[in-house]
RNA sequence: GACCCCGUAGCUCAGUUGGAUAGAGCAACGGCCUUCUAAGCCGUAGGUCGCGCGUUCGAAUCGCGCCGGGGUCGCCA
């Protein structure tokens, strides 16, 4: 309808003495009595040619000549909004489309196949998977199936740390709980990692290697203890994501960028750049003159780099790996490390503007309307797996993605449990079984017999103001993916199926749909399983099950 | 002290990148099931968009200054 109305207009544009550089834009006015579509370009042009805008309008609109069995009525209003109507027909012969289309009614080619990777979850394997982590994994996952939605080429990616001081700390308390199994006095590290998860790391050990880690001198007994715990928290946290439905393409190892020199590398580029110096024993990046506050440190005295140094080498990676757009998805606890990569990565003569990162708002879990206190040392800590296991996974991902990425999360844990209509997950899916209900009702009693049989169907019988409302917001489905996909905010997405669910209640209360007259019933059936494509194809993007009963 | 996010109905949150009379869900109140799923629909009530200046045809949205909540500021990641 954009595009109709966009190609119309543009010459006329031109004509009335608009740059070419002048953006026509069209929005779904708030009011149904302001049109189906309205554009504002007689106002912004008022500017440029100081005329008045509603002048300007009706030079327009004098010049335009419209189908009028497309649009019905073209009005001047307000300030100078040019507002359209569209006819009924115009929307709900279209209706068919959307069948035909199928499961693919929705993705677009916006993207050009651009090579792109999102980067999400990224926890280093030395413990499960917080509450925090699962909403990272539900955002970088939708965001990444939208993108392929809308014609990326998407790549997953988990990056990860098995090397350095955490996993050093790993070890020893892995090591500590084994050997407190066969001598209980044996000491536990002062900062050591106090979960009872690692007790059961520890017990799975003896049991598959008996005494015999004991035995061996201490620094091959950690390594021992290290490559075993890291071997089985990333199996728990694979599961975990499993379960959430997050699968990455590619885990990539930090420790790979020493192998194969690309840290020192970075670092020599950066010395004959004179953007690193020495100075009290370590090796500082010159990020004062990138448009910083002051310079950091990338080499610590002790020769060990920072967390800095690999983060730029690893994104040097990405770009050199041919990603022509690098999605970040960090928690908000990481937002400090973000200038210094981007820094780096532009002094090595990279765009920093094809990286987008995405910085997610902390979660805080309600029960009984109190705040539920996350803490590891107090064992009050939720971890993602538990949460799944008390309200299920859709119920999970639905919630984290139901706000915008920047607005803190409350997980009020009852209502996700909850099986009613309070709950908006089960809103979604219900409209989705109440289809399928239909559909196998209307199956029994022989009038639908599949998506083919209705592609024949005579939609422009559907002129109810909630069958034509209806159609109306199916058809607005591609376009609101790659509006969300645009944005990087999935809860856009989620916002529009609750409206197109709502509309499809309303429908559902206002009309009945397997009717006696035959044409009538195929008209609604083909708009039943045209929600329901919308429905399954949205639900599939946010990664929640479309369920055929309830 | 510096920087980032947030402040909108009793509660949880939207607000299409500056548009027309600020919306939704829950909670409250009142209606609607012998008919394809009532896990639904319809209606009523509920607002100083934290406060104050400014920018312009026009501000919840942009700028500046306050107030309040959360976060980050290491040779930790």
Redesign the pocket.
Known sequence: MKRYLAEHLSSILKEVGAGDDTAL?F?????E???NL?T?VA??L??SLRRN?RQVAQDIVSRLTLDPTAVSRV?I???????FWFTDAFTTRRVTEILAAGPEFGRTAAGHGRKTQVEYVSA?PTGPLSVGHGRQAAIGDTIANLLSWTGHDVTREYYY?NA???MRKLAESTYARYRQLYNSGFPFPEDGYQGDYIKEIAEQLKAERGEEVARLPLEQALDVCKSFAEQRLFQAIKNVLARMGVVHDVFFN?DSLYHNGEIENVVAEFRRMGLAYD????V?LKTSSMGL??D??I????G?????L??IAYHREKFRRGFDLVVDVF???????I?DVLAGIKALGYDPDKVKVV?H??V?L?QGGEQVKMSKRLATFVTLDELIDEVGADAVRFFFL?????????F?ME?AKE??????V??L???H??????????EGEGVFAGAQALAGADTTLLTGAAEVALAKLLLEFPDEVE?TA????P??LT?YL??A??AF??F????????PEKDVAQA?LALCLATKTVLANGFKILGITA????
């Open positions: 834009t929005e779904k006015p708030k009011l009595a302001h049109g309205t504002n106002m912004t008022a500017k805008p009005e209003a307000g300030p100078g909004f040019i507002n280093n740390n350095g001081r955490q930090e100075q009290d024993g370590a500082w506050e002051q950091r440190v080499i610590k005295s002790t060990e780099p920072t967390y800095r690999p983060d928690g908000a606890d990481h937002i400090a490390t200038p910085i708002q902390f805080t309600m139901m706000r915008s990425i920047s607005s803190h999360l409350e009020d209502l099986q009613s209509e309070k709950n908006p089960y809103y899916q219900y409209a079984a109440r289809i399928a209900s239909i559909l196998r009702f209307a509006a645009a944005s990087l905010e809860h856009r916002a609750h409206e669910a709502t209640h309303k559902y209360h206002d009309h009945r749909v397997v009717v609604r369920p055929e009963r309830m």
